[in-house]
């Protein structure tokens, strides 16, 4: 898989983490990128948040091999960010 960054934290907390991702983006010119999430175990609310708004900018990141029960809070997370839109 082209582009493919091991994210090789175990805790993911803060959006400054997330940030760090974003920043790493875009040294990749215009091509896909997939966050490799294996030996991710736990985000918290903020860095999922963080981390959603970065892939709504750029369409062009995927993450894969996400843990289930992460899979399911960030999909928790993303469902209460289209609720509160303002």
């Given amino acids: 898989m082209k582009n493919l960054i ?3 934290k175990r805790f993911l907390i803060f959006r400054d983490e997330a940030k760090g991702i974003k920043r790493m983006s875009k040294k990749i010119a215009r091509q896909n990128i997939y966050l490799d999430f294996s030996k991710v175990d736990f985000i918290s ?10 892939i709504r900018e750029k369409e062009r990141i995927e ?3 996400l843990k289930p029960h992460l899979e399911k809070f960030l999909k928790i997370v ?5 609720k509160v839109k303002f």
């Fill in 63 to 65: 993450i894969v091999n």
């Fill in 6 to 8: 091991p994210i090789k």
């Fill in 45 to 54: 609310r903020s860095f999922a948040d963080e981390l959603l708004n970065i």
């Fill in 78 to 82: 993303k469902k209460t960010k289209e």
